[in-house]
């Protein structure tokens, strides 16, 4: 069986979307920084999916433990997703909005790929970004990081489009998880992490943009039409 390995395996998207493709009969690799809370996922997994489960631990505000978990590295996987993700609803911690959501995963993907570009194993990389990173006036750290993310996921799709491997940019709006509890979000507009999870796997090798739920793309591309000397009034 092929591996479909997670970085952000204790994100309520990452998680959600490791049980469909355990279903689908994907051994999976979990990372996180949070490794008691990952073997509680490893045990669900191998109990209800019987597929393998392998965990690792990495702390992404640590080049150093980025390094150590590649110089350890054996898992060949055919799928990546990378759901880590920082949200702040003040953003006071700037170095931390910006390395959890972009920097380190760029760091972590390029050592991915130069682990894995001559075996011609790895198929998919799938990058959760937001679609607060098309155009947001909160949150403006953590929607630059976004932006930044899917930016360097669109280069990466064609610089690796010879290489044969597809790079899948996920846009979700407004999420129930973790991450967005203390924020006061449209209820109308709010999925469920197995929402957007079963949108990644029905796009899975299909679409390299994908905004979920699909009414998203809409919204945004409205968005993106209003001049800032309105924006600036709106609560958005």
């Not at 967005?180 to 709010?190: A, F, Q």
Request: charged share 25%; net charge positive; glycine share 2%.
């Amino acid at each position: 069986m092929s591996w479909f390995q997670v970085l952000g395996g204790n994100s309520d998207i990452g998680f959600a979307t490791v049980k469909i493709f355990a279903k689908n009969k994907y051994n999976i690799h979990l990372i996180s920084r949070d490794i008691n809370n990952l073997k509680t996922k490893k045990d669900i997994i191998e109990k209800n999916y019987s597929v393998q489960c392998k965990i690792s631990e990495i702390d992404l505000m640590r080049e150093s433990s980025i390094d150590e978990f590649f110089n350890k590295y054996e898992i060949k996987p055919k799928v990546i997703l990378i759901a880590a993700g920082y949200l702040e609803k003040n953003e006071k911690n700037i170095d931390r909005i910006i390395n959890i959501n972009f920097k380190s995963l760029v760091t972590f993907l390029e050592k991915t790929i130069n682990k894995n570009i001559q075996d011609n194993f790895l198929e998919t990389i799938i990058g959760i970004s937001s679609v607060s990173g098309d155009r947001r006036k909160k949150n403006s750290t953590y929607s630059i990081s976004k932006s930044d993310f899917s930016n360097y996921l669109s280069s990466l799709n064609q610089r690796l489009y010879k290489s044969n491997i597809n790079v899948i940019t996920v846009k979700p709006g407004y999420v129930e998880t973790k991450m967005t509890k203390d924020l006061k979000l449209p209820k109308l507009l709010v999925s469920a992490p197995e929402k957007i999870a079963k949108d990644i796997y029905k796009s899975f090798n299909k679409k390299k943009i994908i905004y979920t739920p699909f009414y998203w793309r809409q919204i945004m591309f409205i968005y993106r039409l209003i001049p800032n000397s309105i924006l600036k009034f709106l609560n958005f």
